[in-house]
Every structure is written in C-alpha cells, then in structure tokens.
C-alpha cells in the first residue's frame, strides 16, 4: 500500500483558502496513482494521495523564508 505526499505552495489565497481546485486536486490524485502503477506495478486501488497545501510563511528556499529570498532576487 503505496502513500504519496504531494506538498504545493498555498499562494495567491487568503489564510484557509485552497490554491489548487477540485479538479486539480483530482488530477493530481489520478496521475500520483497512474505513475505508481507503471512504475511499480502497484494497483491504483491501493495507492492513497496525500495533498498538503503549505502555507508562503511555511517554508523556504536558499536558506531563507520565501518572501525574503524572493526579495533579494528582485533585487541582483
């Protein structure tokens, strides 16, 4: 029984808000299962899809939180 995680960033909305739709959510689920399943041979029934959405705050990126690096590079 297969778990895969797929985090996206929860951009663009307000606090609570999802930035990825139903239908996206769907599609994601759909093609994580698909993958496993050629790649591993694992039955799509089996897979379980986690999607967590990661608030901009919650995370960084060259050793930075997000806004801050993203601020440096406007600027080189």
């Known amino acids: 029984m ?3 995680t797929i985090q ?13 739709t ?8 759909a093609g994580a299962s698909q993958l496993l ?3 591993l041979n694992k039955p799509v029934e089996a897979t379980f899809v986690v999607i967590e ?3 901009l705050d919650n995370w ?3 050793g930075l939180p997000v806004p801050e690096y993203r601020k440096r590079r406007a600027t080189d």
């Open 60 to 62: 960084g990126w060259g």
């Open 37 to 39: 399943l050629d790649v």
């Open 2 to 4: 297969p778990i895969v």
């Open 8 to 20: 996206v960033t929860r951009e663009g909305s307000g606090p609570g808000r999802s930035s990825v």
């Open 22 to 29: 139903a239908e996206e959510k769907a599609k994601l689920i």
């Open 53 to 55: 959405e990661v608030e």
